[in-house]
Nanobody, 122 residues
């Protein structure tokens, strides 16, 4: 079992930055692929980024590639999402998730956090 708690959301202006954090419980955090997803108002949840157990491999959705960076600190059981050059369309609830197994993926996540809200004003 993994419990995930996101933080760092808030209000930002277009062009600004925010960093989200996701703290995980459990001693096997380093064995999970970690991902970030977001859900805009009235839309389905979409994949944003994923990172493998070591942090050596990452995978991004096209809409955020080059602007967002996912990273992890296994010693702190925490995964991060650095969001730069924010756009109003980045507004939504952001969720972190954990996936068993070694493969980076945009689907098949087993554990989810409760989410943190990000609002980007124009």
């Amino acid at each position: 079992q993994v419990q995930l708690v996101e933080s760092g959301g808030g209000l930002a202006q277009a062009g600004g930055s925010l960093r989200l954090s996701c703290a995980a419980s459990g001693r096997t955090f380093s064995s999970y692929v970690m991902g970030w997803f977001r859900q805009a108002p009235g839309s389905v949840r979409e994949f944003i980024a994923a990172i493998n157990w070591s942090g050596g491999s990452t995978y991004y959705a096209g809409s955020v590639k080059g602007r967002f960076t996912i990273s992890r600190d296994n010693a702190k059981n925490t995964v991060y999402l650095q969001m730069n050059s924010l756009k109003p369309e980045d507004t939504g609830d952001y969720y972190c998730a954990a996936r068993r197994g070694p493969q980076l993926s945009s689907v098949g996540y087993d554990y989810w956090g409760q989410g943190t809200q990000v609002t980007v004003s124009s």
